[in-house]
């Protein structure tokens, strides 16, 4: 809260409030671990128009304080106003979680559609690819959309000898691929996100899903699964068969 907030609450001047924080500054012999942040607020002049107020901004540990040195009524007054606005902040929090999930069950529903669709553009695109592509047959049965891991064996068992990190390490370098790092709590090391370029996106050789990853019941970030399409199979069979001819 800023300390016009809490004039507004206690129904103290502005001035007042504004004197008993630096009187708290004043006796306070260690201010490392309260804020009080001077700072400025536009306020409504009478005559209309509006110029700065200075003010501070509180913390909850600083409005403790400073309510410590105020009556009882007052000190009910900004710790009322605390839990309301700890409230709203839950409340929004709540309203957030429920949006991503409503969100992740729409995208789960899209997806389904999207695979179905897929299929079939998978075969229309290997048919109007047959002329100018050597492994066509190799990916006729695959899934529509399979992992990167998935495509590293595929390219081996045709001839090229690939992992799939040192695949992932070509894809980036070659510029199909954004790698993406990003610290894991939980594994207490770096992990790596993959996102399709611009002209990947645009040939249409990769599909990614995003997911919210929850940690103690609150969304901490997206994860991203860049899957390879049945167009980008020919296109990444066809691309080592000519390596390997090297």
């Given amino acids: 809260m800023t300390s016009l907030q809490i004039a507004e609450i206690t129904g103290k001047t502005h001035s007042n409030v504004m004197r008993d924080i630096r009187n708290i500054l004043e006796q306070l012999e260690d201010r490392r671990q309260f804020s009080f942040e001077l700072s400025s607020r536009p306020q409504p002049m009478p005559n209309g128009g509006s110029k700065e107020v200075s003010c501070y901004i509180l913390t909850k540990k600083d409005c403790l304080l400073l309510a410590s040195g105020y009556d009882a009524n007052l000190r009910a007054k900004i710790i009322n106003r605390w839990e309301e606005l700890e409230e709203n902040k839950r409340e929004l929090s709540r309203k957030d979680l429920a949006l991503m999930v409503l969100q992740a069950e729409e995208e789960k529903e899209r997806l389904a559609l999207e695979v179905q669709k897929k299929e079939e553009e998978k075969q229309a695109i290997i048919e109007e690819t047959k002329p100018a592509v050597v492994f066509t047959e190799c990916v006729k049965n695959a899934s529509t959309n399979i992992l990167v891991r998935d495509l590293a064996k595929l390219i081996t068992q045709n001839g090229y000898t690939i ?16 790698r993406h790092k990003r610290w894991s709590r939980s594994k207490n090391k770096y992990l790596f996100d993959y996102t399709p370029t611009q002209r990947a996106a645009e040939m249409k050789l990769f599909f990614v899903t995003e997911n919210a990853i929850m940690q103690g019941g609150n969304p901490t970030f997206i994860k991203h699964t860049c899957c390879v399409t049945g167009k980008g199979q020919v296109y990444f069979l066809n691309k080592f068969k000519s390596l390997a001819a090297v």
């Fill in 163 to 178: 992992g799939e990190y040192r695949l992932y390490d070509w894809l980036v370098e070659n510029k199909y691929l954004i």
